[in-house]
């Protein structure tokens, strides 16, 4: 049974290196996935998820990687960390996010009779 475990992760080891993404349960249970930067920028500044774990004052680096893979997102006061550790903006962090929230509020579905600034991604 390892083995079939082992087997199945080197079959998909590249997919979880590469176009880490979020996902985000909007109001109308659909699944939206935005690629986020967390993994390119630490890379970038030779940190290590343990390293960023400690800066954070977080007790593991399985929270760091969890960010990184999207299976979790950062709370706003740890993306705003981030942002500082990673010497970025906070929007640099999750681009496709920011722009949907910037286009939601920009340009608001004239059908939807939601005020803009309550809408979910």
């Not at 176009?19 to 890379?43: A, D, E, G």
Request: glycine share 2%; charged share 20%; with cysteine.
């Amino acid at each position: 049974m390892r083995n079939d475990k082992l087997v199945f992760f080197a079959k998909f080891a590249p997919l979880f290196l590469f176009n880490h993404r979020v996902n985000l349960i909007t109001m109308n249970n659909q699944i939206s996935t935005h690629p986020n930067n967390l993994r390119m920028y630490r890379l970038q500044t030779k940190l290590s998820q343990a390293k960023v774990a400690k800066l954070l004052r977080l007790d593991c680096k399985d929270r760091i990687s969890r960010w990184e893979t999207g299976v979790a997102g950062p709370s706003v006061v740890n993306l705003f960390r981030l942002a500082i550790i990673y010497k970025v903006s906070p929007q640099d962090l999750f681009p496709q996010t920011w722009q949907a929230i910037e286009k939601q509020l920009l340009f608001p579905d004239p059908t939807s009779q939601t005020p803009p600034g309550n809408q979910n991604i």
